[in-house]
């Protein structure tokens, strides 16, 4: 049982023992009465025991009441409502916001803490000096705010701390001004009924320009309306009638019954003057409309009292268009034009500023407004308010789509970020099987590489299989706490190539085949290569040079057995060593020894160069060598797709080597996946990649994957910062295979890309003006694209929660047991004997195969110093042998 129902539960059991008292007193004086005789009535006893009765059920009511108002105060909210630069607000949607927000006042059981229910129009400054128009209700009353919201198209509903910030400390010796706004004259008359345009929040905007809190500089205006329900409606407009009454003014109603034909002459002025109270009176009676009880407060601070004075008469002037037969004036008392008590004298101001901070309302005069008379405050900006200093959020864009709440353990959502609704702010998930490829492009420090960290370990504790590519390995470090429960620790391969990673990494061999083509190797590597070097279709000795060097390499690694299979540092030793790459060449497919042999000779030094430096310099890193350096490998790509692994792979920011290492990885993922393609389309398990500064890895190959490796169960995150700075073929590929994206900041070009792409809508500038942390995006819901729509920034801990307690240790001693790990100092010491144990290897097979040769070949005359050219069993390829 919650607090609330233990309090309803106690009110219930007070009211049952007033109840119990005041009936034994009823007896009492029952019992009292002489039946015969009312003289005889003997009232002492009875008055007595009834006035207790009284003063106990008052009693009780007055602390059940005080105790439901505390607890109400206590639940008030605050949301920042943010208009749209092209918002405007019809007089229609103002009236229906308004007969909404009335319904409060009809709540059964309102009565008991009817001052705490009064919603809030509150009006301040942000650090910036803008005007932000925030709404406070109650926490019960929060959903009715947000569904009469939608009243209004192109508001966006925020927490006031991301719009505000904390609150701040108060400066010591700063001016702090009141005032409390009361109607001037009785509420039967009328305040002016002001036009929507221009906007009247607009003189609120201009006092509020170039405030400064962190000179401790605000504003604040609070306008708490209690909506007039039930019997009081009756009750306060017959009270309005017996005004008009009281002042001699006859006034026409159309169902008051106060009509009738008046004899003799009526003087012109009075006419005029009973016509305008009529049309006053008609304001506030006719049509139903809903009635409010009106609490203004207004506080100012700054650290002068001059400049706190200035502030506070541009907030008056404010309401000063509001003026007709009625006004707003300070509450208080004018001393013949000496003094002034107000509400900042010294005996009212503690209950000024409980009343403002808490949202008691208990106004010092009774005021009665129309949504007529108050229909400018009743809506934020509209695009009629001219001042620029005026929180917006860029441009209208449609409502976001009805996408699930994300949770999680929904395994089957990707948590996409955090929309404003009539549901309140929610964190909001695509759906897995509508996801195939994601693009994020936004400006550094925007959120952009945040979102994927969420998306990816929410997919990694889920149970799919990922490679999450980080240059600079922050990421990873965000990532690594949420992987160490069990069940996903025990999946966790991680490559630390930056500045914190050690010697002791996973051996990779991207020529160790395992059953893979080939080819396929070949690809990666030459791939990699050609994309980390900007080698282009100009190129082609370079690229021929490298694929015919892959070629040999994974032509030999089919013939070594696996701890001796070749590795990258092996093509400056196949380019270099004319010793070993005679060594090589029998092995090789005879349409490539014709190239070897004639071609490659007639090469000048130059040619070579680029190659064998590019591999000496990744071979001067002990923790790339590390890494790429071992013959036999403890975990490939192909493999962690097939067993859902996950790879997090930081490959250093730097120059041209690291860029290397990130496209092996992210290509063999590529060509992984392709070569499952023997496997039924159920079987090949989702493996998704995330790769941050794409433009570092865009080749054809990179084109290829939104593609071509969806139907290999490949899916892919893509993170840039500009999308200019993709290959337009790639970017094509992106924006056509796209299941989502995510926008946030970008330059006034790559903005204009952007909406092309989604078809005009919505204006470049509104992508310029993002502010951090927020996005425009464009997901895929029901098999449809949505139109784009505004939406928040998620971090992993608020859609995950916390970390687990000893996450790290965990995933640490983990990946320690995993046996994939291997000392650095072992695999640079079997890289420098590599060389040395492949040639000896190489020419040991030829000889075995001359022996082999030898005995199955019957000896005929004349065959003796013949050299003849067989096809190797062993290898498939031909091999040039000696006849015994």
Excluded at 306 to 326: I, K, Q, W, Y
Aim: proline fraction near 6%; aromatic fraction near 6%.
């Amino acid at each position: 049982m919650n607090r609330r129902d233990r309090g309803s539960n106690d009110a219930r059991s007070l009211l049952a023992l007033v109840a119990c008292i005041a009936g034994y007193a009823a007896l009492r004086l029952a019992r009292s009465l002489d039946p015969g005789r009312l003289s005889n009535i003997q009232p002492r006893a009875s008055t007595v025991a009834i006035a207790a009765g009284v003063v106990l059920i008052a009693s009780a009511l007055a602390r059940q009441r005080h105790i439901a108002t505390r607890r109400t105060l206590a639940s008030r909210l605050s949301v920042a409502v943010v208009p749209a630069d092209e918002f405007d607000a019809s007089p229609d949607s103002v009236v229906s916001f308004a007969a909404q927000l009335a319904r409060s006042g009809r709540r059964i059981g309102g009565w008991w803490d009817r001052p705490a229910s009064a919603f809030r129009i509150r009006l301040t400054n942000d650090e910036d000096g803008r005007l932000v128009y925030l709404l406070d209700v109650a926490e019960r009353d929060l959903s009715m705010l947000r569904g009469a919201l939608r009243s209004y198209r192109g508001v966006e509903l925020r927490d006031p701390v991301d719009v505000l910030g904390e609150a701040a400390t108060p400066v010591g010796g700063e001016e702090i001004l009141r005032t409390e706004l009361v109607l001037a004259r009785p509420y039967v008359e009328p305040l002016a009924r002001l036009p929507l345009d221009p906007d009247p929040l607009s003189p609120f905007a201009a006092a509020l320009a170039g405030l400064d809190r962190a000179r401790g500089e605000g504003a604040e205006v609070c306008i708490d309306l209690l909506p007039v329900g039930g019997l009081r409606v009756l009750w306060r407009r017959w009270f309005m009638r017996r005004q008009a009454i009281r002042r001699n003014e006859v006034v026409e109603l159309p169902s008051s019954g106060l009509g009738g034909e008046r004899q003799g002459r009526v003087d012109p002025g009075e006419m005029a003057e009973r016509r305008d109270l009529g049309r006053g009176l008609d304001v506030k009676l006719r049509g139903g409309a809903p009635l409010f009880e009106a609490q203004i407060l207004l506080r100012t601070r700054a650290p002068e009292r001059r400049r706190a004075e200035g502030v506070m008469r541009g907030l008056l002037a404010a309401f000063g268009p509001f003026s007709d037969r009625n006004w707003l004036r300070a509450s208080g008392l004018q001393l013949a034009g000496l003094a002034f008590l107000g509400s900042d004298r010294r005996g009212r101001r503690r209950r000024f500023d409980r009343r403002l901070e808490t949202g008691l309302f208990r106004p010092s005069r009774r005021s009665i407004l129309t949504t007529v008379e108050i229909a400018g405050l009743l809506k934020p900006p509209t695009e009629n308010c001219r001042s620029e200093n005026v929180l917006r959020s860029g441009t209208l864009l449609a409502p976001p789509p009805e996408l699930p709440e994300f949770d999680p353990d929904r395994a089957d959502l990707i948590p996409i970020g955090r929309v404003a609704d009539e549901r309140g702010e929610r964190i909001v998930g695509v759906r897995v099987e509508e996801t195939f490829f994601t693009y994020v492009a936004g400006r550094s420090r925007w959120g952009k590489t945040e979102a994927a960290i969420t998306m990816f370990t929410h997919l990694a504790r889920s149970g799919h299989g990922g490679l999450f590519i980080d240059p600079h390995g922050d990421a990873l470090k965000r990532i690594k706490p949420y992987l160490g429960e069990p069940g996903v620790a025990e999946r966790v391969i991680e490559v630390d190539l930056g500045p914190g990673g050690g010697e002791d990494q996973p051996c990779w061999n991207l020529f160790e085949l395992g059953g893979e083509d080939p080819e396929a190797r070949v690809e990666v590597v030459v791939d990699a290569f050609a994309t980390a070097m900007g080698w282009g279709e100009r190129s082609t000795r370079a690229i021929n040079l490298l694929t015919q060097a892959t070629t040999a390499l994974a032509s030999i690694a089919k013939v070594l057995p696996p701890e001796l299979a070749p590795t990258i540092f092996q093509i400056p030793t196949l380019l270099t060593d004319d010793a070993w790459r005679e060594s090589v060449l029998p092995f090789v497919p005879a349409a490539s020894q014709g190239f070897w042999r004639e071609r490659f000779p007639r090469l000048s030094e130059e040619a070579v160069t680029p190659l064998t430096n590019l591999v000496d310099r990744v071979a001067a890193s002990r923790k790339m060598s590390a890494l790429l350096g071992g013959s036999r490998g403890t975990f490939s790509l192909r493999e962690s797709m097939d067993l859902g692994l996950i790879v997090l792979f930081c490959s250093g920011a730097g120059g041209t080597r690291e860029r290397l290492t990130a496209n092996f990885a992210l290509f063999d993922a590529y060509y992984s996946a392709r070569s499952r393609g023997e496997l039924a389309p159920g079987d090949r398990r989702l493996f998704w990649p995330v790769c941050d500064e794409a433009q570092s890895y865009d080749s054809g190959t990179m084109t290829a994957i939104p593609e071509q490796g969806a139907k290999f169960g490949l899916r892919g995150i893509f993170i840039n910062q500009n999308p200019e700075r993709l290959r337009a073929e790639t970017l094509n590929s992106l924006m056509t295979n796209r299941s989502q994206m995510l926008v946030s900041a970008l330059n006034a070009k790559a903005a204009g890309l952007v909406t092309k792409e989604w078809a005009g809508e919505p204006r470049p500038e509104a992508i310029t003006r993002l502010p951090r942390y927020r996005f425009l995006g464009q997901v895929t819901h029901h098999g449809e694209l949505s139109r784009p729509f505004a939406l928040g920034g998620v971090r992993v801990e608020d859609a995950l929660g916390a970390p687990p307690a000893g996450g790290l240790e965990r995933l640490e001693a983990a990946m320690e047991c995993s046996g994939r790990r291997r000392r650095g100092a072992e695999v640079l010491a079997e890289r420098d004997t590599l060389d040395e144990r492949i040639g000896h290897s190489l020419r040991n097979h030829r000889r075995s195969a001359a022996r082999h040769e030898g005995r199955t070949r019957p000896r005929r005359r004349g065959d003796v110093h013949e050299t003849g050219r067989r096809p190797a069993a062993a290898s498939g390829f031909e091999v040039e042998v000696e006849s015994s």
